[in-house]
Each structure stands twice: as structure tokens, then as C-alpha cells.
């Protein structure tokens, strides 16, 4: 189990650029999760996919942010336009769903990418 | 909507001292309820769970969390702490009847954090 790895780790950039950030689930779970942290709150869910598809999009995931897993593996978040609102932890999340889901699936998190939007 | 409730920001306590952090969760169907620990410098991992049947349900590490139904309550507790317990506690919930059975959209509480004194 070599665990979800995200890339980068740290992002710092203008207001107004775009960013990307990729995220690699344990390679055989289904299920992908982003969430979204900022200073003192929990992590906040954005968004989850089984396999290629987006099955939920959460109301904090605004037209500037698209998530993708093209191929049911690894996963992107864009944000496009980026406002220091944006600054948090960008978290993922994988986990066995659907029908090949054990019931008690626990969610795996990776370290997390933290934007910084100057 | 569902949300969180964790009562303490802080907790400082010495070594071999009791632990009781207290989470309240508002939803009023059937539930699954988790506390997540993250320690210094590492990604979210599960604590415990609760889906069904005993109420007292025990994790890693020594810790145990009471769902009390009737008060919406999922207090995280530790007889004894140490040193190594240092670190920030989610509880989060989510409705039990999405997605599939798997943990799916989970709502967390803004964590509390741990000191431990040795």
C-alpha cells in the first residue's frame, strides 16, 4: 500500500493564474474524493468520482474549479482565475465503493497540496 | 443539512491524564459516524467508526467513542493519554442511505487539538 500521493505539495501563485493539481489513489480503490481545508475548519468535500465518473459536485465547487480522472486512475483539480479565497490544503481521498465496496471502506487521504494565492 | 459540532478547539492534558473530546452531529436519519486523527506533519487516518449495532465502538491506539442516538453524540475517548497522542481529532458524519455503503460525502466538525504534556 504505497498510500494517495498528491502532487505538488506547496503552490504559490498570482491572483488570476491557473493551477493544477494531481492526485494518485491507492491503486486499486474505485472511489476518488477532493476535499478542501482552510485555517481552523475541517476539511470540506468538493467533489468524488467512481471510477472515470463524477457522480457529486458540491455547491463550494464554483464554475472556475473542474475536476477530472479520465482514465478511472489519477485525478486533476483545476482552478482557473485563482482568488486568494482559493488559498487552503487541496486534499484527496481514495476508497473502495459501489459494488465491489466492502461495506466498511474506510476513505485513505494523501498529504494534501496547499495553495497559496498572493 | 448535516454539520459537526466540536466543542473544544484545544485541550492541553499531561500524560496518563483521561481524554473526552465531544462531537454533536445534526441530521436526523441514520448516520455513520467516524473520528479522524492527524498527527503532526501526516495525512487524516481513521480512528473508529460507527455504522450499526454496539454503541461503543473501539479503535486503534486505545481510543473508544459512545454513540448516544438520542443526544446525537459520538464523544472520542481515552483512558490514559500520551505523549504520542499529540495531534488534531475530526469527528465528521455522513447520511448512511448515499452512496452505496461506502463513506461517500462526509461532513467533519473543525477538529480539535490535542497537546499532551509528558
Known amino acids: 500500500d504505497t498510500g494517495v500521493s498528491q502532487n505538488p505539495r506547496h503552490k504559490i501563485t498570482k491572483r488570476g493564474q491557473n493551477v493544477t493539481f494531481r492526485c494518485d489513489p491507492i491503486s486499486e480503490h474505485n472511489r476518488l474524493y477532493w476535499y478542501r481545508q482552510t485555517l481552523g475548519q475541517g476539511p470540506e468535500f468538493l467533489t468524488y468520482?467512481?471510477?472515470?465518473?463524477?457522480?457529486?459536485k458540491s455547491r463550494l465547487l464554483s464554475d472556475r474549479f473542474s475536476a477530472e480522472r479520465p482514465k478511472g486512475s489519477f485525478s486533476t483539480l483545476e482552478i482557473q482565475r485563482t482568488e486568494q479565497g482559493d488559498s487552503a490544503m487541496y486534499l484527496c481521498?481514495?476508497?473502495?465503493?459501489?459494488?465491489?465496496?466492502?461495506?466498511?471502506?474506510?476513505?485513505?487521504f494523501g498529504n494534501g497540496t496547499r495553495l497559496t494565492v498572493t | 443539512a448535516q454539520s459537526v459540532s466540536q466543542h473544544n478547539h484545544h485541550v492541553i492534558l499531561s500524560e496518563a491524564a483521561s481524554l473526552e473530546l465531544g462531537c454533536n452531529y445534526s441530521?436526523?436519519?441514520?448516520?455513520?459516524l467516524f473520528w479522524y486523527v492527524q498527527y503532526p506533519g501526516q495525512h487524516l487516518q481513521l480512528l473508529l467508526k460507527?455504522?450499526?449495532?454496539?454503541?461503543l465502538v473501539k479503535g486503534i491506539k486505545g481510543f473508544e467513542a459512545e454513540f448516544i442516538k438520542s443526544k446525537f453524540s459520538f464523544n472520542l475517548r481515552k483512558p490514559s493519554v500520551q505523549w504520542s497522542d499529540t495531534a488534531e481529532y475530526f469527528c465528521a458524519v455522513n447520511a448512511s442511505h448515499l452512496y452505496g455503503g461506502s463513506q461517500g460525502n462526509l461532513i467533519f466538525g473543525k477538529g480539535t487539538k490535542l497537546s499532551v504534556k509528558p
Open positions: 460507527y455504522f450499526s449495532g454496539d454503541p
Open positions: 481521498a481514495s476508497s473502495l465503493g459501489g459494488r465491489r465496496a466492502l461495506y466498511n471502506s474506510p476513505l485513505h
Open positions: 468520482f467512481q471510477n472515470e465518473a463524477q457522480l457529486e
Open positions: 441530521y436526523g436519519g441514520t448516520v455513520n
